[in-house]
């Protein structure tokens, strides 16, 4: 799977639209940019995946650059509860485990 | 709803015991499931892939005699820890996908103290 690049924290003002870029400039044509979130001392949450297009659901948005190279979530409207470490993993389609990085600890600011 | 469910959520025992913690798919069949390790301040880190009525697959440095994993049904996947040292004390977190390009869903882990 290729590897990604994401800054290690950020923070954000709640209510603020919370956007973390991710890096995967060695992504082939067959591979899913996945997001996941994990809260303190939980399992990892799914957020939101996707190929080539962008995609929304009831949770964030992503968005792929056109040559596939980068992508942002966008967490529309932040709140506290938001507060998380963020990862950006890219995998194909078969079933193997997912391979995790550091990720970006967003904070959200009251 | 949570489609992964994990059990215990929280353990601790004393040196030398064995533990077992169980992952099961709630509203899916999954032919394979995975468990991933945990460490303070750490990201997660696959251990093994646990495969339906086949022996599991473990990544390098994983040791298939101390951690044993048996997955006999398409919903129940099961760790155990043999004669666990404080070492072993970490969270151990399982998955599964519901199918190919499908994101994985995670239970919420279990927390594990060896004393």
């Known amino acids: 799977d290729a590897k990604t690049t994401q800054p290690p924290s950020m923070d954000c003002a709640e209510g603020r639209a919370a956007n ?7 992504i082939s044509g067959n591979e899913y940019v996945y997001w996941y979130r994990q809260i303190h001392s939980q399992g990892p949450q ?8 962008n995609e929304t659901n009831e949770m964030a948005s992503l968005i792929i650059t056109e040559d596939r190279k980068s992508s942002t979530l ?17 995998r194909g389609g078969g079933a193997d485990g997912l391979t995790f990085g550091k990720g970006t600890h967003l904070i959200i600011q009251p | 709803g949570a489609v992964v469910s994990q059990h215990p959520s929280w ?3 004393k040196s030398g015991t064995s533990v077992k913690i169980e992952c099961r798919s709630l509203d899916f069949q999954a ?13 997660l880190m696959l251990m ?5 009525g086949s022996k599991a697959t473990y990544e390098q440095g994983v040791e298939k005699d101390k951690f044993l994993i048996n997955h ?26 519901r199918g ?13 103290s060896i004393l």
């Open chain 1, 74 to 90: 966008i967490l529309p409207h932040a709140t506290l509860r938001d507060t998380a470490v963020y990862y950006c993993i890219v």
């Open chain 2, 72 to 97: 006999a049904s398409l919903t129940l996947s099961t760790l155990t820890v043999t004669s666990a040292h404080p070492e072993d004390s970490s969270f151990y977190i399982c998955s599964a996908n």
């Open chain 2, 48 to 52: 093994a892939t646990s495969n339906e």
């Open chain 2, 100 to 112: 190919r390009n499908q994101p994985q869903h995670f239970g919420d882990g279990t927390r594990l």
């Open chain 2, 11 to 13: 353990v601790i025992c």
């Open chain 1, 20 to 26: 973390l870029p991710c890096n995967h400039s060695t």
């Open chain 2, 31 to 43: 032919t394979t499931m995975f468990w991933y390790r945990q460490f303070p301040k750490q990201s």
């Open chain 1, 46 to 53: 799914y957020i939101i995946h996707g190929l080539k297009n």
